[in-house]
């Protein structure tokens, strides 16, 4: 047997694909290797892809720059989206409001003062019809961040496209559907934790047999972090999350080398450079090894951790903000050196309110310097072999793999029961809190430096040019909802909803179908997120402080 | 401190947004300082806030808002307090833009507190909310033991 080292094997698979999006050589014209390493050791592409997921890299196709926007009504959105198409993203991503992420109408009493002010309000498929209006959903991929309405979501996203002409087969894109951490960290949950998952279960088993391009779970650390965890917590929480519904997909019949592919991850991108690298890292080798070994996963798809990234809104200040725009590019830039796939930067006003449209661009720009201008893009995992940043990678898998023994010994060899039980018991938020409550201390007594927070501050700072939602747009909305409700068919919307509930009532059959019905009829997300909870009951967390 | 009112204060959520570190941040501050520290926990609508803080007899209502809609929800939950009878002052803390702060506190906001404040910041403000003329008479009768 004639040996090939792990060079050889890599150089294959690289001239395989189509690598001439990053030139390779420096500014001055020095000719620079796609990657760098010893012939015996871990190249991009190779299992367990702790240097990436792709031989390529960068140089066969530059991270996606999705900005994620949303605010006032759909038609709002629409602009804004239309505006960041034109100024050079390359996929949209939906932010919605708060009503809307708790299936509740924009004419509910709990909704006062919360419509379209952090998100885009949407109520029926009206208002998705008006948020997509002229965008060619065949052209574009979108990302919608939504959970405990994921499932309602999706189905107004694919009534969409069969009214645009574009088959479901061809919509591209990621619903984030991570119910999970929602427990544990969001606190965006509407249902308990089991028929929730069965909600996601039903998304994954929906795509998997009809939207080869969609991802149908986007599991998240993102909020995790936020909520105040540190960096190994994000990183074995939400991987924790990922075999939870792994488990759950298996359990339900499918395979996992046909979901594990679609399977898509997002993470923080914190202000500790090297820590953050090397999380990144170290996911994609804990995937990959648990994907195989423990879940027996034979597909490299099915192993490979492909990953959204955003910088960190908690590390942005409301003092001082513009210097928000050096934090953003630095955790900007530790998100592609640690191979991201896609990319959000946070916009420098966004610790004061929604951004403008000139922060958001500015915001845009700072990806557009890191791939273009400064030649990072070059060289795959760069930082590979730095000592420093193995021992830190080997480091955050350690700390991950003792949380995940601590899960499976809770969940007695399951570790969606170890996460069950996790959230019933309030171990994933006590952890959290005390995460977060340790960081504060360290702020307060200076141990942790703020840049214009708790050092270098300045006293007379002058107001900052916000972008202001006023009450109109609630009014609006309103209005919407009402004109839709008045022209709908009454029967129809009973007839539906009532099918919801049956199917809802039987775990064995999935809900996707009769949701899209529903909301074909425009039917409300409220009307259909109330049917669901007539079946599967509400959840309140137990509080832990 | 012997002999200093225990000042209690409901420190709690209202509308949907779940948003809940900077609360707990700020429980635990109070908490350490010496108040006595209820967490009314999340979703809480003006009618549950006024309920509680009436059950438990708070002299200061601290409200965690990172949603946007601050203007709408914090006069909404000093009219649930007034209609109980309940001169309690209520303190505002989250993402308020400068605009929006003066508004909140013609509007009756005792104080508004904004991220990255410290927990001298903090703790100085619902100090000096507790103090406001028609808000003593609970921490009066209380002695800490």
Redesign the interface.
């Known amino acids: 047997m004639t040996s090939v080292t792990r060079r050889e094997d890599w150089e294959r698979q690289y001239r395989a694909t189509p690598s001439d999006v990053v030139e390779g050589t420096t500014m001055s014209g020095l000719e620079v290797e796609p990657v760098y390493g010893p012939d015996d050791g871990e190249f991009p592409g190779q299992w367990p892809y702790t240097r990436g997921p792709y031989a390529s890299m960068y140089r066969g196709r530059l991270w996606t720059m999705r900005m994620f926007a949303g605010f006032g009504t759909a038609v709002d959105t629409n602009a804004r989206f239309k505006e960041l198409l034109r100024a050079g993203g390359t996929g949209l991503s939906v932010a919605f409001d708060?009503?809307t992420?708790?299936g509740?109408d924009s004419d509910d009493p709990?909704?006062?003062?919360?419509v379209g002010?952090?998100g885009v309000a949407v109520d029926t498929l009206a208002d998705m019809e008006s948020l997509f209006d002229g965008i060619d959903l065949g052209a574009v991929s979108t990302s919608m961040t939504i959970n405990s309405p994921a499932a309602i979501v999706m189905a107004m996203y694919v009534a969409v496209g069969e009214e645009h002409g574009t088959p479901r087969s061809r919509l591209a894109g990621t619903l984030q559907n991570d119910i999970l951490k929602?427990y544990q960290a969001?606190?965006?949950f509407i249902f308990p934790p089991r028929p929730s998952v069965r909600l996601v279960n039903d998304v994954v088993r929906f795509c998997t047999a009809e939207m080869p391009l969609w991802h149908p779970v986007s599991i998240s650390g993102y909020h995790i972090r936020?909520?105040?965890s540190t960096a190994a917590q994000e990183l074995a929480f939400t991987l924790a999350n990922g075999f939870a519904y792994v488990e759950a997909a298996r359990a339900s019949g499918l395979h996992v080398d046909v979901f594990g592919k679609r399977l898509s991850f997002f993470f923080n991108a914190h202000i500790d450079f090297f820590e953050e690298i090397a999380k990144y890292r170290a996911a994609r080798r804990i995937w990959a090894r648990w994907m195989g070994d423990r879940y027996g996963a034979t597909d490299d798809r099915a192993m490979q951790l492909r990953f959204h990234t955003q910088t960190a809104g908690?590390s942005l200040?409301?003092?001082q903000p513009e210097v928000n725009i050096a934090r953003v590019a630095i955790e900007a830039l530790a998100g592609v050196l640690g191979g991201t796939q896609s990319l959000h930067t946070d916009s420098f006003d966004e610790?004061?309110?929604?951004p403008t449209e000139k922060a958001a661009r500015i915001a845009l720009r700072t990806q557009q310097v890191i791939a273009h201008e400064t030649g990072v893009a070059a060289v795959a995992d760069p930082l590979g072999g730095s000592y420093f940043v193995e021992a830190l990678t080997d480091r955050l898998e350690a700390e991950a793999e003792a949380i995940f023994a601590h899960l499976d010994e809770l969940g007695r060899g399951s570790i969606l029961e170890g996460v069950y039980r996790g959230i019933e018991e309030g171990w994933f938020q006590g952890e959290i809190?005390q995460a977060?409550?340790d960081f504060?201390r360290k702020l307060?007594d200076g141990r942790r430096v703020?840049v214009g927070?708790?050092r270098f501050e300045e006293t007379d700072e002058p107001?900052?040019d916000?972008l202001?939602?006023g009450?109109e747009a609630e009014a609006e909305q309103r209005r919407r909802l009402s004109d839709v409700k008045a022209r709908r068919d009454a029967a129809a919307v009973e007839r539906v909803l009532a099918k919801v509930r049956q199917d809802a009532a039987r775990p064995e059959v999935n809900v996707m179908p009769s949701l899209l019905d529903a909301v074909r009829a425009y039917a409300t997300i409220g009307e259909i997120v109330g049917s669901l909870g007539q079946v599967f009951g509400t959840w309140t967390?137990r509080?832990v402080? | 401190m012997t002999g200093a009112p225990v000042i209690r204060v409901l420190v709690t959520k209202v509308g949907l947004d779940g948003h809940d570190r900077g609360v707990k941040v700020v429980a635990r501050m109070l908490r350490d300082a010496g108040f006595e520290v209820i967490y009314g926990g999340l979703r809480q609508t003006p009618q549950t806030i006024a309920e509680t803080a009436l059950q438990e007899d708070v002299d200061v209502v601290g409200l965690s808002m990172h949603s946007g809609g601050h203007l709408t929800l914090a006069p909404a939950v000093m009219e649930a307090l007034a209609r109980r009878g309940l001169e309690v002052p209520v303190v505002v803390g989250g993402i308020i833009p400068e605009r929006d702060r003066d508004t909140l506190l013609a509007a009756g906001v005792a104080e508004v507190i904004n991220p990255g404040a410290s927990e001298d910041q903090v703790v100085t403000a619902v100090r000096r909310a507790a103090r406001r003329p028609g808000a003593e008479a609970g921490a009066r009768g209380r002695e800490r033991s």
Do not use: W
């Open positions: 708060l009503p992420l708790m509740t709990m909704a006062l003062g919360e002010k952090a929602e969001q606190k965006e936020e909520a105040g908690v200040t409301a003092q610790a004061l309110a929604l809190a977060s409550a504060e307060n703020l927070v708790n107001d900052a916000i202001y939602i009450p967390e509080a402080v």
